[in-house]
């Protein structure tokens, strides 16, 4: 399987904590990306981490990459209750040129 | 508003009703995509289009057939389809495929489909 594995499935957190989600992936890739879905709507780019990379940040987003255990972890810090949406991880497999899914995280902020 | 539309945003329809879902892209992309979302799975990549050629179909079945009139559209014809096919299709679109590694995605807001 070429897809990224988010875990947990779901998180359910106070606002203001932070949230910490989990990729593994199985491939070698070119990167990965994390996207944000709100419920029943299309997916938003969030941020993307090259192989080579090992850490990025954007506003309240940590990403970090650990291409030698194949995962990657998204870090949202100090939560809003907008921040309540599902998260997926999607892998770019070296000669793949298509993007792989994961079922995703549900966060949900409690206000 | 990401840059890519789609139409209807819901839709009704029966086993032996013929639809079309519309995708339109504005962000001067090349490679165009169909896949599907069902509850607890995995997003599955249906089609994808690049340069208005198919470069995949990931063993989707015949009631679903794809169209790329040009690099803007891209539409997904629907025809005795069963309410296993019940599920949100979104279409997305990137710059163009296998020319760099970054390959980000841009979706549209999805189509959500009910077969009764």
């Given at each position: 399987s070429?897809?990224?594995?988010?875990?947990?499935?779901?998180?359910?957190?106070?606002?203001?904590?932070?949230?910490?989600m989990?990729?593994?992936?199985?491939?070698s890739?070119?990167?990965?990306q994390?996207y944000?879905?709100?419920?029943?709507?299309?997916l938003?780019?969030?941020?993307?981490?090259?192989?080579?990379?090992r850490?990025?940040?954007s506003?309240?987003?940590?990403?970090?990459?650990?291409?030698s255990?194949?995962?990657?972890?998204?870090?949202?810090?100090?939560?809003r209750a907008?921040?309540t949406a599902?998260?997926?991880?999607a892998?770019?497999?070296?000669?793949?040129?298509?993007?792989?899914?994961?079922t995703?995280?549900?966060l949900?902020?409690?206000? | 508003e990401?840059?890519v539309?789609?139409?209807?945003?819901?839709?009704?329809m029966?086993?032996?009703?013929?639809?079309s879902?519309?995708?339109?892209?504005?962000?001067?992309?090349?490679?165009?995509?169909?896949?599907?979302q069902?509850?607890k799975?995995?997003l599955e990549?249906m089609?994808?289009?690049?340069?208005?050629e198919q470069?995949?179909?990931?063993?989707?079945?015949?009631?679903f057939?794809p169209?790329?009139?040009n690099?803007s559209?891209?539409?997904?014809h629907?025809?005795?389809?069963?309410?296993e096919?019940?599920?949100?299709?979104?279409?997305?679109?990137?710059?163009?495929?296998?020319?760099?590694?970054?390959?980000?995605?841009f979706?549209?807001p999805?189509?959500?489909?009910?077969?009764?």
């Amino acid at each position: 399987s070429q897809q990224g594995e988010e875990d947990p499935q779901a998180l359910s957190i106070q606002e203001g904590e932070n949230a910490t989600m989990n990729c593994s992936y199985k491939t070698s890739i070119n990167n990965l990306q994390w996207y944000r879905q709100n419920s029943g709507r299309g997916l938003v780019h969030l941020i993307l981490i090259r192989s080579n990379e090992r850490e990025k940040h954007s506003g309240r987003l940590r990403v970090t990459l650990d291409t030698s255990k194949k995962s990657s972890s998204l870090l949202i810090t100090a939560s809003r209750a907008a921040d309540t949406a599902s998260y997926f991880c999607a892998t770019d497999p070296t000669g793949a040129n298509n993007l792989f899914f994961g079922t995703g995280t549900r966060l949900t902020v409690i206000p | 508003e990401t840059g890519v539309t789609q139409t209807p945003r819901h839709l009704v329809m029966g086993m032996t009703n013929k639809k079309s879902l519309k995708c339109e892209q504005h962000l001067g992309h090349n490679a165009m995509y169909w896949y599907k979302q069902s509850a607890k799975k995995p997003l599955e990549l249906m089609f994808v289009y690049n340069f208005k050629e198919q470069t995949e179909n990931n063993s989707v079945p015949s009631r679903f057939s794809p169209e790329c009139p040009n690099s803007s559209h891209l539409f997904l014809h629907l025809h005795t389809l069963q309410p296993e096919d019940s599920a949100l299709y979104l279409c997305a679109s990137s710059q163009e495929m296998g020319k760099s590694s970054y390959n980000e995605q841009f979706f549209g807001p999805g189509t959500r489909l009910t077969v009764l």
